[in-house]
């Protein structure tokens, strides 16, 4: 029976203190009967992992993590203080093999790191508590029904056989932590108050705006008068079929539901009234979604609330890699800066673990919505052995049993590159589409929230499943595969769940901290960077490939003579591909609705694909990433013969009337041409303009006619409201190699009504300005300075912070340091 947790039953004992942990040979003890007293305990946090315990024993090191999967662990809990009589264990996540024994009875075996666990038992009074978390090996070795194909990356092949997160089995994408132990938590219920099961919620929107409440649910408890609230407006219940009660509720006048980029993300209480006391349900948020598959029926866009909206962010990992923590706490660091990033959507991979629905309670708070992939991937799934059919049903249900009304899930996923791996080994489509993807999850999804967009793998459609001109790919053109920046728009990409891997740097307060090491070539380093298994490249090579494209420079002579500078250009250079790509994807006119990064965080400190690095910090890109995902946008397509294009963009809610100002500068300084014009910028539009159309007569801006030497080296665009730069956006003809000058930088520090700032001035294009102020999180970092107008940094107080503000300032063209 699964339980609605927001409930807050009353004889609900969360037994997350007290445990203490036993390590043992595998099957060493065959029950908790044969562990000798004298046996070495350590104390062992629940919810938590076996790693977890150990790291904080001082016997694990996640940095060179030791291999769990040989032995047993032992979770052991002396229950204190309960009267004999029936109860109910409840285990909410058993990672992965478990036994549970109570009073050394054995009353469980769990087989799913993703299923809740419901055990009726009978408590005697000072009883005990066991759970034997069996060595992975012996189950790793099973084979199973015969794999039509094998995939690389993950290690070893049975892990397809055993249900629990791939984490810490991928080589090369991350350490090798194994997740074991309880990892969600544990509970005792006793029999009182009442209980709600089997909730299903569903909030929408009328044509009118009026908000449609649907519930239903089993109701256990004495009541006389039942009754569903929403905000101020109650309805009693019924009973229907199959002892279900329910009641639908029409709210007028509620103010819809929208991703944080597009309007407000507005909440209502849900409460079940009994008898005159309010049970809190949760929250719901009422919003429309819709699949807009474009005018030819190839494209995959999101629509909430008839609104088309061009979905950015990443792809979450996890948290903590040891801990794989499920409590607001952990989440909400990391979340919170996703928002600031303007992200809208984060997508939680089939290669990574199920979040719990403090997860989803946030991001319907910060208005972000969810892609959630089922946890498959890759692998050929025996989905014809009943046994294993039946736990892919019952963890689908928990994950959406947990998260009813949530209005941040939007799309739910049969999980990743099932079809894609398949499809590579030259198999045909009747071999990828199995029954887990195409019949089991769909008829959960079905039941449990039709409300959202139902996929049945990523990437998926065109040609071949993972071809990015239809449906949804995983664009790594730009990017791993080397292409150049123009192949973002000839790949003719509609949605991209993950895109633009690159070995991040980050910045150098966390490798001086935690990787002290010269970059590159040392062991440490290298073992940091991410890489496939079995190339012969990794995504360094990746990010350098690219330094060299885009600024001229032999990265490894770079790294000899002056490795601060290589790692100021690697840092620079991650933002810059990924401003452009953007830019393209979202311009007017572009076949793409939607690309995710991967990925959100690291694992590790170091050069990972993540934009915020292990400790919290953002890295360059992730601030290269803020400029590209603002709700008010401006940026410049270079079309050819066409001339260069201005393309202003407004998400939000409300009309903007601004003045768009461009500017081509001569030595990044004299302008040659300039331009102005007023525009109404609507709610929720897009305007596109000829630059030429701003100048008032032909100028080759772009370059392209090339009737002599070029006369400028960037264009300057701003969107001004009324005095105040809303935005800006810069185009290099010649690229950024031609327009790299040593700018002579002017900063003062300034405090008023809203805190610290930094006011910089130039007197010629600064590229990749970048400060340093500890203690501190700029707004803006990293960015490019044109002369003419200050800009405006703002301090942010982020970590410790000092008592003097203090700090430095960098930029890509000279290698002085202004200090403030």
């Not at 007290?18 to 062992?44: E, Y």
Request: net charge negative; aromatic share 10%.
């Amino acid at each position: 029976m699964a339980i609605f947790r927001g409930l807050g039953n009353r004889g609900d004992r969360p037994l997350n203190s007290g445990w203490h942990m036993v390590v043992s040979d595998a099957g060493q003890f065959a029950s908790p009967a044969d562990i000798p007293a004298a046996q070495k305990r350590i104390a062992a946090p629940v919810p938590g992992t076996v790693a977890q315990a150990l790291e904080a024993g001082g016997r694990f090191d996640r940095t060179a993590p030791v291999a769990l999967e040989h032995r047993d662990f032992w979770y052991l809990l002396e229950l204190s203080g309960e009267a004999p009589g029936p109860a109910r264990l409840v285990f909410e996540g058993l990672a992965a093999i478990a036994e549970v024994y109570l009073n050394g009875q054995r009353v469980l075996d769990s087989r799913s790191q993703f299923a809740t666990n419901d055990v009726p038992v009978s408590l005697a009074g000072n009883d005990t508590l066991a759970i034997a978390f069996r060595a992975l090996a012996p189950h790793l070795k099973a084979t199973g029904p015969r794999a039509k194909w094998r995939p690389q990356m993950i290690t070893p092949p049975g892990m397809r056989m055993v249900r629990a997160t791939l984490l810490g089995h991928m080589p090369g994408w991350c350490p090798e932590v194994h997740a074991i132990g309880p990892w969600r938590p544990v509970h005792l219920l006793r029999e009182g108050g009442v209980e709600v099961d089997s909730l299903r919620v569903s909030a929408g929107l009328s044509a009118e705006g009026d908000g449609l409440l649907s519930v239903s649910f089993r109701f256990a408890g004495r009541a006389k008068d039942l009754r569903i609230q929403c905000g101020e407006t109650t309805m009693p219940v019924t009973i229907g079929a199959s002892d279900r009660l329910s009641a639908a509720l029409r709210i007028e006048g509620v103010t819809p539901w929208w991703p944080h980029t597009h309007g407000p993300s507005k909440l209502y209480p849900l409460s079940l009234v009994v008898d005159g006391r309010q049970l809190p349900l949760g929250r719901v948020g009422f919003r429309n979604i819709e699949l807009d598959c474009g005018a030819d029926g190839r494209g995959f866009g999101i629509a909430i609330n008839g609104v088309p909206v061009f979905c950015r962010g990443a792809v979450w990992t996890t948290s903590d890699i040891v801990n794989l923590p499920g409590g607001r706490t952990a989440y909400e660091p990391w979340l919170r800066l996703a928002q600031a990033a303007g992200m809208n959507m984060i997508r939680i991979g089939g290669t990574m673990a199920y979040e719990s629905a403090d997860f989803f309670e946030l991001c319907d708070e910060l208005g972000i919505m969810v892609w959630q992939d089922f946890m498959f991937a890759n692998f050929d799934y025996p989905a014809s052995d009943p046994d294993f059919a039946d736990l892919v049903r019952r963890e689908a249900e928990n994950l959406l049993g947990a998260i009813q009304g949530s209005p941040s899930l939007t799309v739910l996923c049969g999980g990743s590159e099932i079809y894609q791996q398949a499809a590579m080994m030259g198999l045909p489509e009747r071999v990828w589409a199995g029954p887990v993807t195409e019949e089991i999850l769909p008829s959960v999804y079905e039941d449990y929230r039709p409300d959202v967009i139902y996929v049945p793998n990523t990437p998926f459609g065109g040609a071949m499943p993972f071809s990015p001109n239809e449906g949804i790919t995983h664009y790594y053109g730009v990017g791993a595969y080397c292409r150049p920046l123009e192949d973002a728009r000839r790949a003719e990409v509609r949605f991209s769940a993950e895109s633009l891997a690159f070995a991040q740097v980050p910045e150098q307060v966390t490798l001086d901290a935690h990787l002290p090491v010269p970059p590159v070539h040392h062991p440490d380093w290298k073992g940091r960077v991410p890489r496939d298994r079995g190339a012969s490249w990794d995504f360094e090579d990746v990010r350098d490939h690219y330094l060299q494209d885009l600024y001229g420079l032999d990265p490894a002579r770079l790294r000899r003579e002056d490795p601060m500078r290589y790692l100021d250009f690697s840092r620079a250079v991650t933002s810059e591909v990924s401003e452009a790509t953007y830019a393209e994807w979202r311009r007017p006119g572009s076949t793409c609705k939607g690309a995710l990064v991967w990925t959100l965080q690291d694992l590790l400190p170091g050069p990972g694909w993540g934009v915020v690095d292990s400790t919290g910090l953002p890295k360059p890109v992730w601030h290269g990433l803020r400029r590209a995902f603002r709700p008010i946008q401006l940026m410049f397509s270079d079309e050819g013969t066409n001339g260069l294009y201005l393309h202003a963009i407004n998400d939000t809610a409300e009309a903007l009337d601004v003045t768009l100002d461009v500017s081509a500068l001569r030595e990044g300084a004299h302008p040659v041409v300039s331009g102005r014009r007023d525009l109404e910028l609507g709610a929720r539009s897009q305007v596109s303009l000829a630059v030429t159309d701003i100048f008032g007569a032909f100028f080759d801006t772009a370059y392209a006619f090339r009737f002599g030497p070029p006369a400028h080296d960037v264009t300057v665009g701003r969107m001004l409201l009324g005095d105040l730069e809303m935005v800006s956006a810069f185009h290099f003809p010649r690229g950024r190699a031609a327009a790299m000058h040593a700018a002579s930088l002017g900063a003062e520090l300034g405090e008023d009504a809203d805190g610290a700032f930094i006011a910089l001035a130039t007197d010629r294009l600064a590229q990749s300005v970048s400060l340093t102020v500890p203690g501190y999180l700029p707004d803006d970092n990293w960015f490019h300075l044109a002369p003419g107008r200050k800009k405006i940094a703002r301090l942010h107080p982020f970590g410790e912070r000092p008592e003097r503000i203090e700090g430095e300032i960098r930029q890509l063209g000279a290698s002085s340091v202004i200090h403030i």
